[in-house]
């Protein structure tokens, strides 16, 4: 029985690694905006950073249990890639934006996972020291779910769900599945219980985007409808100006056409005339 268990547990933390590869990895839409825009207007670096502390302190906790492999694989990768974010996300930031994600760093990072190593290392002992470790590490992991919630509030307030990537949310939510079963066969309560809360949180921005989602193409058929009202009214002045003409109206317009070209043709032949008369008169009188 424990043989079937541990059977499960492996392949759990197999779908979760691999499933987490696509959570790490979907915010690549959102940084492809910020290089074409060549700035980070309207996205934030908080997500970024706390999942990238939350990375390391799991992995921390992973060296200090045992058969946890597949959380410290995961979480390696985690630390790269946020990282990588981070760097690119202060590259494209403003001043004031740079500023901040720095402080946030040299906080959370340095600071916060620093004080984390040194107190538990001399002031813990074997299993007290995963358990208090485990326990910030759940606290952390709340976090990285509550996060998006500064993401969700912006979507709310503006009505767009430009800056909530629809693909974050989708693998947020079957990760979570999976670690959560994962924690929960290698009775593990650390890592099953913030999962809760990350697929709650994970529908819960799967609605959001469905509902604003359908608002944002109503509100923009209804922009375009009145450029087509005015289309169809200038086509109509159109026709108004331009009536259409019978047969017989051409014939006559073609005729009155051709008389005032006779005409002004017959005043330039009597011109002619005049100035034939008027040069032989002058030979006439120098004779």
Request: hydrophobic share 50%.
């Amino acid at each position: 029985m424990a043989g079937f268990s541990d059977h499960w547990t492996f392949a759990f933390g197999v779908l979760g690694n691999i499933i987490s590869f696509f959570v790490f990895l979907s915010p690549l839409p959102t940084f492809y905006n910020i290089y074409k825009k060549k700035s980070t207007e309207g996205y934030q670096s908080i997500p970024y950073v706390v999942a990238l502390f939350s990375a390391m302190l799991w992995i921390y906790y992973a060296f200090l249990k045992t058969n946890t492999t597949l959380l410290v694989t995961i979480n390696t990768f985690g630390c790269f890639i946020e990282t990588l974010y981070v760097g690119f996300y202060l590259f494209y930031a403003p001043k004031k934006a740079r500023a901040q994600t720095i402080k946030l760093l040299l906080l959370l990072v340095v600071g916060g996972f620093g004080a984390i190593v040194l107190v538990t290392q001399f002031l813990f002992k074997g299993a007290i020291r995963a358990q208090i470790v485990g326990w910030i590490c759940l606290v952390f992991s709340l976090c990285v779910f509550v996060a998006p919630l500064c993401i969700v509030r912006q979507v709310i307030k503006t009505k767009s769900v430009e800056y909530m990537p629809f693909l974050l949310s989708v693998f947020l939510t079957l990760s979570a599945v999976m670690w959560f079963f994962y924690g929960l066969l290698l009775k593990d309560f650390n890592i099953a219980i913030p999962n809760v809360l990350g697929f709650i949180f994970g529908i819960l921005q799967m609605i959001l985007y469905v509902m604003y989602n359908k608002k944002e193409e109503v509100v923009i058929k209804e922009q375009n409808l009145p450029e087509l009202k005015d289309h169809v009214i200038i086509l109509e002045d159109d026709k108004k100006k331009l009536p259409e003409l019978s047969e017989e109206q051409i014939i006559n317009i073609m005729k009155l056409g051709s008389l005032v070209y006779s005409e002004k043709n017959y005043g330039n032949l009597n011109e002619v005339a005049k100035n034939d008369k008027v040069v032989s008169k002058l030979q006439t009188v120098e004779a």
